[in-house]
């Protein structure tokens, strides 16, 4: 079911820092061709700061874990026909063998299988707003109670509800932690007014964290909340007003289930004049970086371990 890229195989033989990345960022998350170049620059800057990069997703019917620039290309093309896949879809698309871009609940689940601890995203899924009458919320987060892998984002998608995502997670007894900041990141926003309880200032200190979780064998994902550069970052309150009028057009579409994310991206890069999706590209490099240097400084504390 799995193929494992000789490269990622030979650095999760040998304990070296390796970061996971999703696909659906790929597919679903930009237009073509941006989806591919920010993919190829995702692997680029996780490759400057030492360690291996593994983009993850399902062709033909297999699960591939380190995917080719040219499988990139092929799930990035929107000619193809890729089908968005969170954990409970995965036996479905392996048995149809079709082609298929990871969530993050699927990516954790993966890389937590292969045993890569690192994953870099832009933001997770969460509970969405008006849930008290769609119960809408993400596979994304219970994953943190079923796979053991450290996730780096901007934190949620500003079009969630974030104070109810963040009682959700604590309700899960999810770890978060702030990168240097104590206000939990909106994703194209540092601003979201909502402070959370734990931050640290440099890599090392969240691997000094993480590896305390493994010894005291907590099976549970850790999310590291990093906000975007300021120099891109969005006001909160022009974000708020994009996001307000993108939703009120997708009730007039009656956009519903795994379609609201992917329409919400794309009319809210519309209204603010695709400068949104530079903010997008800038927040996935900045936790890629982010993520390596983790994996780095997890390595540095002994926290693969000594080498098979």
């Known amino acids: 079911m799995i193929r494992v890229n000789p490269l990622v195989e030979e650095a999760i033989r040998n304990n070296q820092p390796i970061v996971g990345l999703e696909s659906t960022i790929i597919s679903h998350g930009m237009p073509y061709p941006d989806n591919i170049k920010t993919s190829l620059l995702c692997e680029d800057y996780?490759?400057?700061?030492?360690?291996?990069?593994?983009?993850?997703?399902?062709?033909?019917?297999?699960?591939?874990?380190?995917?080719?620039?040219?499988?990139?290309?092929?799930?990035?093309?929107?000619?193809?026909?890729?089908?968005?896949?969170?954990?409970?879809?995965?036996?479905?698309?392996?048995?149809?063998?079709?082609?298929?871009?990871?969530?993050?609940?699927?990516?954790?689940?993966?890389?937590?299988?292969?045993?890569i601890r690192f994953f870099a995203t832009g933001g997770i899924g969460g509970v969405h707003r008006g849930v008290e009458e769609t119960f809408d919320i993400s596979q994304d987060l219970r994953e943190f109670t079923l796979s053991n892998v450290v996730v780096v984002s901007a934190g949620v998608k500003s079009i969630l509800d974030i104070n109810k995502t963040l009682e959700y997670l604590e309700t899960l007894g999810v770890l978060v932690i702030g990168f240097k900041t104590k206000e939990f990141p909106a994703f194209y926003t540092q601003e979201s007014n909502i402070e959370i309880e734990y931050r640290c200032d440099s890599p090392d200190e969240i691997a000094e964290i993480i590896k305390y979780q493994d010894a005291m064998k907590i099976k549970s994902g850790i999310l590291i909340a990093n906000p975007i550069p300021k120099e891109y970052s969005y006001s909160k309150s022009s974000i708020d007003k994009a996001i307000e009028k993108a939703m009120v057009e997708m009730k007039g579409q009656e956009v519903t289930g795994k379609a609201v994310t992917p329409y919400l991206l794309a009319k809210i890069s519309e209204i603010t004049a695709n400068k949104s999706l530079e903010v997008n590209q800038q927040l996935v490099y900045n936790n890629c970086r982010l993520a390596a240097q983790i994996a780095k400084a997890y390595q540095k504390v002994g926290g693969y371990g000594e080498k098979n």
Request: charged share 20%.
């Open 46 to 115: 996780i490759k400057n700061e030492g360690a291996i990069p593994a983009t993850i997703a399902i062709i033909n019917g297999e699960i591939v874990v380190g995917l080719t620039e040219k499988e990139i290309e092929f799930i990035a093309n929107p000619i193809n026909k890729i089908v968005k896949v969170g954990r409970k879809d995965l036996p479905v698309v392996l048995a149809n063998k079709a082609n298929g871009a990871l969530t993050v609940s699927a990516t954790m689940m993966i890389c937590d299988m292969v045993n």
